[in-house]
């Protein structure tokens, strides 16, 4: 069975800095796209981010480009994003999730919570 | 990255059918076979409930159906449950190389 299972999240004020982690399990991790996809307080998903299997290529939404960076550890089975120079638009769920390839995502994890704000 | 267009909010009865739409562009729902839906119960992670457009993953159930024409994916539930109560999303991969969510529609079981 697929798990996703993320940490990290909490408070940051604004200009901080906040590093996501997401534990991967029953699955080839290193053969997977992984996705980090956000959700602001009842607003719709947002993706954020992609990685591809080996950690060579990413892509970024224009609103975090520059700021966030995502990376993968596949000896642990760890993905990661890297969230600089915070503003309070950050503020969502953000959720970890997978596919096997980067057109779509399949599984996902069960979010957490970052909130930005003095 | 404009997101696709989803209707606000859909209704129906149980045991009825009822269609959610999503309006993308000719760079992303008319162009490419990858559209993808989501049911998200508050508080929730998202699930996929159908992918490549018209496919379910294994074991769920064939009340949910998914089809496109042009630039419009559609959502179909049949034999409406109240378990279905949810929000849906829909998503499209796009010409730039991303992926592109829909605002989401809220299904209330009456």
């Known amino acids: 069975e697929v798990q996703l299972v993320e940490s990290g999240g909490g408070l940051a004020q604004p200009g901080g800095s906040l590093r996501l982690s997401c534990a991967a399990s029953?699955?080839?991790?290193?053969?997977?796209?992984m996705y980090w996809v956000r959700q602001a307080p009842g607003k719709g998903l947002v993706w954020v981010s992609r990685?591809?299997?080996?950690?060579?290529?990413?892509r970024y939404v224009d609103s975090v480009k520059g700021r966030f960076t995502m990376s993968r550890d596949n000896a642990k089975n760890t993905l990661y994003l890297q969230m600089n120079s915070l503003r309070a638009e950050d503020t969502a769920v953000y959720y970890c999730?997978?596919?096997?390839?980067?057109?779509?995502?399949?599984?996902w994890g069960q979010g957490t919570l970052v909130t930005v704000s003095s | 990255q404009s997101a696709l267009t989803q209707p606000a909010s859909v209704s129906g009865s149980p045991g009825q059918s009822i269609t959610i739409s999503c309006t993308g562009t000719?760079?992303?729902?008319?162009?490419?076979?990858?559209v993808s839906w989501y049911q998200q119960h508050p508080g929730k992670a998202p699930k996929l409930i159908i992918f490549d457009v018209t496919n379910r993953p294994s074991g769920l159930s064939n009340r949910f159906s998914g089809s496109k024409s042009g630039n419009t994916a559609s959502l179909t539930i049949s034999g409406l449950q109240a378990e279905d109560e949810a929000d849906y999303y829909c998503c499209s991969y796009a010409s730039s190389t991303t992926l592109v969510f829909g605002g989401g529609t809220k299904l209330t079981v009456l």
């Open positions: 990685i591809n299997g080996d950690g060579s290529h990413t």
């Open positions: 000719s760079s992303d729902v008319g162009n490419y076979n990858y």
């Open positions: 029953g699955f080839a991790f290193r053969s997977y796209w």
């Open positions: 999730a997978s596919g096997i390839t980067m057109k779509e995502v399949e599984a």
